[in-house]
């Protein structure tokens, strides 16, 4: 079965800092990546995905992932983190056959101090 | 936000009362989603569909029954509610299939209070 790993569940940032939040899962085929992140009281937003091509993907708001094939990772990357991206952060992972169902991790919650 | 609506926003009820939350959308997809979000467990699927009468289980069904009768709706019953379904339940689309490919997207949520 598929499964999908955020092994920070809760960081802390001053702001500027980089960010490198961690994604594995378990599934041997091919699949399709996201990332969503959820700001307080809100839904789930879509930041980035990888469907195939080139493993770094850039998404809004200076986000950015790398699909790491051989190690079954998809790790969410930012430069320099501000305020407004505290928030909380989900991976999700889709087989590309066989499945209707996408599975999420359980979650990394990102504080950024200003 | 692929024109997601869910209904209604917030709900306090008892234990052992029926309750039926909605998700309407706008734009004819095909795959429809029900999720809860609880702390320290991320998103669970209850149900899915996809299409007019087809639905099938996700990983906490229990006490859950779903259906879809149109490609717009998608309802979520809770049979006799509980006190361990109070949480946030999730609505999402699949734009499977078109420009976007697999991407899900997801309405405001419904927060669900059992008393």
């Known amino acids: 079965a598929q499964s999908v790993s955020q092994h920070n569940h809760h960081v802390i940032l001053s702001e500027a800092a980089s960010l490198e939040l961690g994604c594995n899962y378990s599934?041997?085929?091919?699949?399709?990546l996201f990332w969503y992140v959820q700001y307080p009281g809100q839904h789930l937003q879509l930041l980035l995905k990888?469907?195939?091509?080139?493993?770094l993907v850039k998404g809004i708001k200076g986000f950015e992932a790398e699909f790491i094939k051989s190690k079954f990772s998809f790790n969410l990357r930012k430069p320099s983190v501000q305020w407004s991206d505290t928030a909380e952060y989900f991976c999700a992972v889709k087989a590309t056959s066989g499945t209707y169902k996408y599975i999420f991790g359980t979650g990394t919650r990102l504080k950024v101090l200003a | 936000d692929a024109g997601i609506t869910q209904s209604p926003r917030h709900k306090v009820t008892e234990t052992g009362t029926p309750v039926t939350l909605r998700c309407h959308q706008t734009e004819n997809h095909r795959y429809m989603y029900w999720y809860r979000q609880d702390p320290g467990h991320g998103l669970r699927l209850i149900h899915y569909?996809?299409?007019?009468?087809?639905?099938d289980k996700g990983e906490v069904s229990d006490g859950y029954s779903v259906s879809r009768s149109k490609t717009e709706d998608f309802l979520l019953t809770l049979e006799s509610a509980t006190s361990s379904q109070t949480s946030v339940y999730f609505c999402?689309?699949?734009?499977?299939?078109?420009?976007?490919?697999?991407?899900?997207?997801f309405g405001p949520g419904t927060r669900l209070t059992v008393l």
């Open positions: 569909s996809y299409g007019v009468k087809d639905t």
């Open positions: 999402a689309i699949s734009l499977a299939g078109g420009p976007a490919g697999d991407t899900q997207y």
């Open positions: 599934y041997g085929g091919t699949v399709n």
């Open positions: 990888y469907f195939s091509g080139d493993p």
